[in-house]
């Protein structure tokens, strides 16, 4: 399972998911230095799409003895992602200006970018199987018809 690097780009994009439901989204500084943390599982729209992307990656992840369904969960996982990422910037660009976003603001994007990579290695891993096979039915092909001829 893990000999295969889109294997490794889909654990990494689940861990950077899976690290969203503890890191902070963003805080907001109150009067006199107080400070008020605003995590990804206190609004219910960015926890549901959270928990959505993680399911999606991953099933991505363990699905991998089926490319086609991997292929398919990895664009799935990759779109879901990326709706989490545009919410986030609605809200930031709807956010008060006492409102200061840190890093985990941008996992989403790098997630999608880490699943787009793995769809690349397991569009090219179906090729090659693909190619392989068809170049070993033309090999038994060739083999009957000497037989037929000889």
Request: charged share 20%; proline share 3%.
């Amino acid at each position: 399972m893990w000999q295969r690097i889109q294997t490794l780009y889909l654990g990494l994009a689940a861990a950077l998911t899976l690290s969203l439901f503890w890191l902070d989204l963003a805080h907001i500084l109150g009067p006199e230095g107080a400070v008020e943390e605003i995590g990804f599982c206190d609004k219910p729209l960015y926890l549901y799409l959270v928990i959505a992307c993680l399911a999606a990656v991953l099933s991505a992840l363990f699905t991998y003895k089926l490319r086609i369904l991997q292929l398919r969960l990895c664009v799935i996982a990759a779109l879901l992602l990326l709706g989490l990422q545009t919410v986030v910037a609605v809200g930031f660009f709807q956010r008060p200006e006492q409102m200061v976003y840190e890093l985990p603001a941008v996992f989403p994007v790098a997630a999608a970018i880490l699943v787009f990579l793995a769809a690349r290695g397991v569009l090219l891993d179906e090729a090659m199987v693909r190619s392989s096979y068809r170049l070993r039915q033309g090999a038994k092909r060739r083999r009957k018809e000497r037989l037929h001829k000889g």
